[in-house]
């Protein structure tokens, strides 16, 4: 199957990954190319793909920093000319179908207008405009939906939820492995801002006088120099941006791994690449982290540090094993690909089966 994969256009497709998002979309694209897919990546310029057409000559954050420019015609009209380039690519024809994995709610309209199959992958709690595109085109029968959770059914109105279709992301299970022998500190890694609660990791670290690694962008400098920076130390040390390779040799041998949104967290890709690694994950209770975790770490409330640094002393207790077996079963690229290639079939065929909802 030919296959248009049109990405968020707010960073570049490319390690070091900015987030799970750019991360999937790699996943994405190497996976169904595994199963013998030809696929286009329509992105920003400056990502790294095999296939790609860039639609804007760099990514809107490094032109309109979305901090600034948030709400703004001016990133409105960026994005949206982006979008135009592309898809009057696939209008010209060519393309089985249309993988949208952006964020930009036009395209499903685009889709409908030009009677073109599209997937439509929800990545975050929806906003107005998204959410008023997938209800406008929820029964067409050349478009399917879906959500990374079961958890994020909740963000949808109960008339439609049986519309929307999950499929957890994957994550490679050959990368994320299992090191060969533990080291005695756990891991952060993510965007370093207020949202992602870094410093609630730290303050946890602090309780239970253990060591942490701090990993990622940061995004919010003021928070990093306020709240993060003072605790930094012999015990508490912050890595650098990693790629994913970098990453993963430091998650496979910890002792365990810290996620701690403040948000409605859709998914939670470090942890599944926790679990592919053997390593325990000590999470808050928001989102989608109890669907992904189960019984392969420890989920205490939002906000919690006490209950964190409990957990972070508890590690031992889990299998790792068990991490590892829930990962590959769960969360491998290959599965994410069967279930997508599932929906790839129905919207080209026009034919409607009921949505599936994965057990956790």
Known sequence: MKIAVFAHVRHPISEPFMGGMEAQCRMLCDGLRASGHDVTLFAAGGSDDTQLVPICHAPYEDVLPWATWRGTEELAQYQRAAFEAGWEIVRAGGFD??????LFPDLIDWAAR?????????HVPPFEAIRTATERHIDNPRMRFTLPSNAQHANWAA????????????????RWTPGAQRAGYFVWSGRITPNKGTHHAVHAARLAGASLRLFGPVEDADYFATTIAPYLG??????????????????????GVLVTPLWDEPFGLVAAEALASGT??????????????????????????EALAQAMGNVWRINRDDCRTRAEQMFSAAAMIKGYERLYREATLDVAEPPQVVSA
């Open 234 to 255: 012999d015990e508490i040390a912050y890595l650098g941006h990693r790629s994913a390779v970098d990453l993963a040799s430091e998650v496979g041998s910890a002792l």
């Open 114 to 122: 030009d009677r073109i199959a599209c997937v439509t992958s929800h």
């Open 97 to 102: 179908l249309v993988h949208n994995n952006s």
């Open 280 to 305: 325990p994950v000590c999470a808050f209770d928001n989102g989608a982290l109890a669907e992904v975790v189960g019984r392969c770490g420890f989920i205490v409330p939002t906000g919690d540090t």
């Open 159 to 174: 008339g439609h939820r049986d519309r929307l279709h999950v499929v957890h992301n994957g994550i490679s299970t050959t």
